[in-house]
């Protein structure tokens, strides 16, 4: 079991910044792999970046390349998600997860989304609103 809490979310103007962080706890052994979803209202939920232990495989969806930036430290207790230049359609439900097989990180070599499928834990989830 791993238990997920974000915090960071807000409001913020087109163009703004925001940094999202995820603190992982109550967990036994390493935690091999973090992502990032995102949820707008009526959308799916999509992946937005994901990382692995020891700063490998980073995966960034193509929206938001060059404006998001994935970390990790602590031996992934933080997951931290920078969010920078943020436009209207960045707005959304922010989740984040904990892949425990690690298949994220073949994602990320491969550059292919990550998927819903291979994260087994969440957190509550927190709101990013960005307005013109």
């Known amino acids: 079991q791993v238990h997920l809490v974000e915090s960071g979310g807000g409001s913020v103007q087109a163009g703004g910044s925001l940094r999202l962080s995820c603190a992982a706890s109550e967990y036994q052994g390493r935690l091999i792999c973090m992502g990032w979803f995102r949820q707008a209202p009526g959308k799916e939920r999509e992946g937005v970046a994901s990382i692995g232990s020891g700063d490998v495989g980073r995966y960034y969806t193509d929206s938001v390349k060059g404006r998001f930036t994935i970390s990790e430290d602590n031996g992934m207790n933080t997951v931290t998600l920078q969010m920078n230049n943020l436009k209207p359609e960045d707005t959304g439900i922010y989740y984040c997860?904990?892949?425990?097989?690690?298949?994220?990180?073949?994602?990320?070599?491969?550059?292919?989304?990550?998927?819903?499928?291979?994260?087994?834990?969440w957190g509550q989830g927190t709101q990013v609103n960005v307005s013109l």
């Open positions: 997860a904990a892949d425990p097989g690690g298949q994220c990180i073949l994602s990320g070599h491969r550059n292919a989304a990550i998927s819903t499928k291979d994260f087994s834990f």
